[in-house]
């Protein structure tokens, strides 16, 4: 990044994404700002706000701007208490400010139902269930506590039940109802009467779960003889739709019937457009989540293929990420932010909180709200709504 001082403003000269450069100019125009005055208070807040998630920069073309004087000097200042590049810094501001200023021209269609999130991977132990939670709390977190303030439903669909236990709610017995009875027409009364709010006050009522349940073990065996097994999860799920904005849906490690099931359901509706809904893939930067991932994305595709439906990859998520481990994890994340469809929407730091939260039966947001994690969270749940 370079500068030159010309009267009251200097000129910055950096790079930025053509996407997010398109995106600014747009959206300052619609609220009559003058983009110089959008960007300069874009690293304002920035600076403001703590760690965000990593914005894909590679392959961005130069970009100028004029600042105020001294605000390059205090950008370059933050950038480095954050060990961020001025890149990534300005990125991350753009982004940041795209958020805290949506288009007065978009158009908010009213359906019957919520947008999906289905948290997928094959692989066990890539952070699916702490990437549920945490971004579910998001949506639903009070807009003054830098939340979306969105009516949630987390919808714990793998039989091992760590979404459920996590957040401190107990599984639902083997003997009562259950989302898998209701999914094979087994379901005794109101699936609704399953759900439990999550209580804290920074969720106000906005936060609920539909807890696990061991039955999901034989669900697959099940569904082999269900009539058009691949929509069951949407049939048992349609009664709650009206009641939420979003609805999360945590999968289990695994690549069977019940996941065709989760797939099918985060399938773009005719009345959406794309990216509405989808599939999110939380990684980690190592060799066998590669493998897992072509996994998924194979069954993914034979799906499309197989069922005529479109089905939007949201991004992959790299969870659990520390550059520390060396060579390993840093070449693994190139090779994710190589692919670029799906692209890599956040990476989230390993830190002890996520791991102190679990063991406290606490959201990660109620737990720790600053920290770095929980930030990243609120993020990817914004670059994701």
């Known amino acids: ?5 010309p009267g009251e403003r200097e000129k910055v000269t950096s790079k930025l ?8 100019k747009v959206r300052a125009a619609e609220h009559s700002i003058d983009i110089q005055d959008a960007i300069a208070h ?6 403001q706000v703590g760690a965000l998630a990593k914005v894909d920069t590679s392959k961005a073309p130069p970009f ?9 000097e205090e950008f370059k200042t933050a950038c480095s208490k954050r060990g961020v590049s001025y890149i990534q810094g300005l990125a991350q501001a753009v982004e940041l400010w795209l958020t805290e200023h949506p288009s007065p021209q978009e158009e908010h269609m009213t359906t019957t139902h919520p947008k999906r999130r289905i948290m997928a991977n094959q692989k066990g132990g890539v952070g699916k269930t702490a990437l549920s939670a945490g971004v579910g ?16 439903l987390l919808v714990d669909f793998d039989p091992q039940g760590h979404l459920t236990t996590q957040l401190g709610v107990d599984p639902l017995g083997l003997d009562s109802d259950s989302l898998v009875k209701h999914m094979t027409g087994e379901g005794r009364g109101e699936l609704s009467s399953l759900v439990v709010p999550i209580e804290d006050e920074r969720f106000a009522d906005r936060l609920h779960l539909l807890p696990a349940c061991a039955d999901g073990f034989v669900l697959d065996v099940k569904l082999s003889t269900t009539r058009a097994r691949e929509s ?6 349609e009664p709650l739709e009206g009641d939420y904005d979003i609805i999360v849906v945590d999968c289990p490690p695994s690549l069977g019937l019940a996941m065709d099931t989760a797939i099918h359901y985060g399938r773009r509706r005719p009345e959406e457009k794309a990216g509405d809904s989808g599939v999110v893939i939380p990684v980690q930067a190592e060799d066998s989540s590669a493998d897992a991932f072509t996994l998924l994305t194979g069954q993914i595709e034979d799906l499309r293929q197989d069922l005529r439906v479109e089905i939007d ?7 659990m990420y520390d550059g520390r481990r060396g060579y390993i994890a840093t070449s693994s994340l190139k090779e994710w932010e190589s692919i670029g ?19 406290s039966k606490q959201g990660l947001l109620v737990y720790d709200p600053g920290c770095a994690q929980s930030v990243a969270m609120r993020q990817i749940a914004r670059t994701l709504s």
């Open 137 to 152: 709390q998001a949506y639903a977190e009070d807009p003054a506590l830098d939340g979306l303030g969105l009516r949630v």
């Open 17 to 24: 994404p053509a996407q997010l450069r398109a995106r600014i």
């Open 313 to 319: 990859y949201l991004g992959l998520v790299v969870n």
């Open 1 to 5: 990044m370079a500068s030159s001082s």
């Open 64 to 72: 100028s701007t004029w600042l105020p004087q001294g605000a390059y």
């Open 42 to 47: 874009a690293l304002v807040r920035w600076a």
């Open 232 to 237: 069951a999860l949407e049939r048992a799920l």
């Open 341 to 359: 469809d799906p692209a890599v929407v956040a990476v989230v730091p390993d830190r002890k909180e996520q791991r102190e939260a679990v063991r």
